[in-house]
């Protein structure tokens, strides 16, 4: 028995990444924009196409999880956004962050008994 959960909370770990749930992305997002980033730098970090990426943000931002600043220039003239979370989106991410310790312990003491 606890074979099989540790069997298969790797291959969980090994196969997260092929495909993300729409929270899973949310919350890569949060966490690369803890520090104001721009759109290209979150668009490679997080590994997301253009168009993905304007759909999360705009919902973050209308939830109030990312915020945005027009910081700087590009090279063509137009106002330069830099995302960053907000104080909710932090919040946020402790609460996820303390939910997923909790779902990881309870698989651990399961697997124990």
Same mark, same amino acid.
């Given at each position: ?5 540790? &069997? ?6 090994? /196969? &997260? %990444? ?8 949310? +919350?890569?997002?949060?966490?690369? !924009?803890?520090?104001? +980033? ?17 759909? %999360? ?9 990312? !915020? ?18 907000? +104080? ?9 962050? &303390?939910?997923? /310790? ?7 003491? %399961? !697997?124990?008994?």
């Amino acid at each position: 028995m606890r074979e099989s959960l540790e &069997r298969l909370a790797q291959e969980f770990k090994v /196969n &997260r %990444r092929k495909h993300r749930s729409t929270l899973e992305t949310d +919350v890569e997002l949060l966490t690369c !924009a803890k520090v104001s +980033v721009c759109l290209t730098k979150l668009m490679y970090t997080c590994n997301m196409s253009f168009n993905g990426l304007k759909t %999360r943000l705009t919902e973050l931002e209308a939830k109030g999880l990312m !915020a945005h600043e027009k910081l700087g220039f590009s090279k063509n003239g137009s106002a330069k956004k830099f995302y960053c979370t907000t +104080v909710l989106g932090k919040e946020f991410l402790a609460l996820y962050s &303390r939910m997923q /310790n909790f779902y990881c312990n309870t698989l651990t003491v %399961r !697997a124990k008994n």
